[in-house]
């Protein structure tokens, strides 16, 4: 079975656990890192013959078109991640319109490809923001990866499927929904594979997750990370314990579980693995 293999491109001063310490202003203050270390992840994927889809912030590609021209050019799907790394419950549905929409045209327009996936930073599609979703299908989206069926404070919709799925919207738009991977462990779900839950977690873990969703519940898995999650000497932004503990933890080992991952299980694009389920093409 091959499973989802993803990058959210963003750089180490963009995320969301020092958005209180650094605004959006303020990173072109900062030395960038993102070009390094996702050619170190080329470097990785093409080692192992892995085609991946990449989620990128649109101010990345603004500032680095090389870049997405470089990814498109191996073979790799390129996809949004917005524009500005803003969280979707801090946007009106006007100014999440312009921010999907403005990212979208500097990414078409670098890999001379539609633009059809979409992630939302932070997996911030909750509850209160499914306005979102005919805002995405309205400007040409057909396959999100926001709706992460857990509880934690910046994200969550607990009880939204776990699986792949259509969702209609409110509008009776569909887009397909391809959720981050969670396993169900005494009435909860637990992330694995995926930034801090693939750093935090022993590996023989994440493969016994990843392996009972595809033996087991016979779906695929979708495996997602950020570039700077290689790069144990980042620069340290002064932050909260808790902050610099999410953000820190295991930068060290987290290539080599990569590199584990990529030998023990079959991945591609997103688009490539939706087109294969019979969900998918059930709701065409």
Same mark, same amino acid.
């Given at each position: 079975?091959?499973?989802?293999?993803?990058?959210?491109?963003? &750089? +180490?001063?963009?995320?969301?656990?020092?958005?209180?310490?650094?605004?959006?202003?303020?990173?072109?203050?900062?030395?960038?890192?993102?070009?390094?270390?996702?050619?170190?992840?080329?470097?990785?994927?093409?080692?192992?013959?892995?085609? $991946?889809?990449?989620?990128?912030?649109?101010?990345?590609?603004?500032?680095?078109?090389?870049?997405?021209?470089?990814?498109?050019?191996?073979?790799?799907?390129?996809?949004?991640?917005?524009?500005?790394?803003?969280? %979707?419950?801090?946007?009106?549905?006007?100014?999440?319109? $312009?921010?999907?929409?403005? @990212?979208? !045209?500097?990414?078409?327009?670098?890999?001379?490809? /539609?633009?059809?996936?979409?992630?939302?930073?932070?997996?911030?599609?909750?509850?209160?923001?499914?306005?979102?979703? !005919?805002?995405?299908?309205?400007?040409?989206?057909?396959?999100?990866?926001?709706?992460?069926?857990?509880?934690?404070?910046?994200?969550?919709?607990?009880?939204?499927?776990?699986? /792949?799925?259509?969702?209609?919207?409110?509008?009776?738009? $569909?887009?397909?929904?391809?959720? =981050?991977?969670?396993?169900?462990?005494?009435?909860?779900?637990?992330?694995?594979?995926?930034?801090?839950?693939?750093?935090?977690?022993? +590996?023989?873990?994440?493969?016994?997750?990843?392996?009972?969703?595809?033996?087991?519940?016979?779906?695929?898995?979708?495996? +997602?990370?950020? =570039?700077?999650?290689? !790069?144990? &000497?980042? /620069?340290?932004?002064? @932050?909260?314990?808790?902050?610099?503990?999410?953000?820190?933890?295991?930068?060290?080992?987290?290539?080599?579980? %990569?590199?584990?991952? %990529?030998?023990?299980?079959?991945? !591609?694009?997103?688009?490539?693995?939706?087109?294969?389920?019979?969900? +998918?093409?059930?709701?065409?």
């Amino acid at each position: 079975m091959r499973n989802v293999l993803s990058v959210d491109v963003e &750089d +180490y001063f963009q995320v969301e656990a020092f958005a209180g310490q650094v605004t959006c202003g303020q990173w072109p203050s900062f030395a960038p890192r993102v070009e390094r270390n996702t050619g170190r992840i080329l470097d990785l994927f093409a080692r192992h013959g892995t085609k $991946a889809t990449f989620f990128i912030l649109g101010w990345i590609a603004e500032r680095f078109p090389h870049l997405v021209q470089e990814i498109a050019a191996c073979g790799h799907e390129i996809a949004c991640h917005g524009f500005a790394h803003q969280l %979707l419950p801090r946007l009106t549905p006007e100014q999440f319109r $312009a921010d999907i929409r403005q @990212a979208k !045209d500097v990414l078409s327009g670098l890999s001379n490809h /539609p633009i059809t996936g979409y992630r939302a930073p932070s997996f911030s599609i909750v509850q209160k923001t499914l306005w979102a979703f !005919d805002i995405l299908a309205e400007e040409g989206f057909k396959i999100d990866s926001s709706v992460f069926p857990v509880h934690h404070d910046f994200y969550g919709i607990p009880e939204a499927p776990r699986s /792949p799925y259509w969702r209609t919207t409110p509008a009776g738009n $569909a887009i397909f929904e391809f959720p =981050p991977s969670t396993v169900r462990i005494l009435n909860s779900n637990i992330g694995i594979a995926g930034g801090g839950y693939l750093r935090f977690a022993p +590996y023989f873990l994440t493969r016994r997750g990843v392996r009972y969703i595809n033996q087991v519940e016979k779906q695929p898995a979708m495996v +997602y990370f950020h =570039p700077w999650e290689i !790069d144990p &000497d980042q /620069p340290r932004i002064r @932050a909260s314990l808790r902050s610099r503990l999410r953000h820190y933890t295991n930068l060290t080992s987290m290539e080599q579980k %990569l590199a584990m991952l %990529l030998r023990d299980f079959r991945f !591609d694009t997103l688009s490539r693995v939706c087109a294969q389920l019979a969900v +998918y093409q059930a709701g065409l």
